[in-house]
């Protein structure tokens, strides 16, 4: 099952013997169930579910009715989920952070932080030349675009400058090192991608924590 949330920022758990773990604060939730889908009805198994309320002002009379028949207030985001039969939730039904445990190992997604129109050394982090002794105004160039006559071509893939980041990622194999039902937040450990507010979404790790247990 998937949660939607949204980046708080980064901090700091100790643990029983007195080591550091770097967390990242996701307030999970809460998410509503916006739509069930049928096979029956729509060919396939899913859920939509909601995260975030809207301003009154901010609603078309469409949001506002598909809300409505939620019984909650319009959401800011909504994303569809596949899920199989059986599952028991309902229109309306409430998602909380309490779907994980501490120790699960998730996959979390959300779109990276925009840089922009870069060069080729801080998009894909080539050398630089020296800085001195005749180097010329090439210190950052990307270098040699390929061979002379033969293939006389710029191959497909070449490194060069353009657009970096605002791109969606998902880091697997993270591990929830505590869960605040209270305040409905899940603190995981390491990095996620994207600045702080920002949207993301977390999922059981397809991994299933194998890089840990093969430690």
């Not at 700091?12 to 967390?23: A, I, K, R």
């Not at 029956?40 to 901010?58: E, V």
């Not at 409505?68 to 952070?97: F, N």
Request: proline share 4%; aromatic share 6%.
């Amino acid at each position: 099952m998937i949660i939607l949330g949204e980046k708080v920022g980064m901090s700091q758990v100790f643990t029983d013997n007195g080591l550091v773990v770097p967390v990242t604060v996701i307030q999970a939730g809460p998410c509503f169930v916006m739509q069930v889908k049928t096979v029956a009805r729509d060919g396939y198994s899913a859920l939509q579910i909601g995260f975030g309320d809207m301003r009154k002002n901010k609603v078309t009379k469409p949001e506002a009715g598909h809300a409505a028949k939620a019984g909650v207030p319009a959401k800011r985001h909504l994303k569809e989920v596949r899920i199989d039969e059986g599952h028991g939730y309902k229109v309306g039904d409430e998602i909380k952070a309490d779907i994980f445990n501490v120790g699960d190992f998730v996959d979390v997604s959300a779109k990276t932080k925009g840089r922009g129109f870069t060069g080729a050394v801080k998009r894909w982090n080539i050398s630089i030349q020296k800085m001195s002794h005749g180097g010329g105004p090439v210190h950052r160039h990307v270098g040699s675009m390929g061979a002379n006559s033969d293939p006389s071509r710029v191959f497909k893939n070449k490194k060069m400058a353009g657009q970096y980041g605002n791109e969606n990622v998902t880091i697997q194999n993270l591990e929830v090192v505590k869960i605040d039902l209270d305040k409905n937040c899940i603190l995981i450990k390491g990095g996620i991608p994207g600045a702080d507010g920002g949207l993301v979404s977390i999922k059981p790790s397809v991994k299933k924590g194998k890089k840990e247990a093969s430690a």
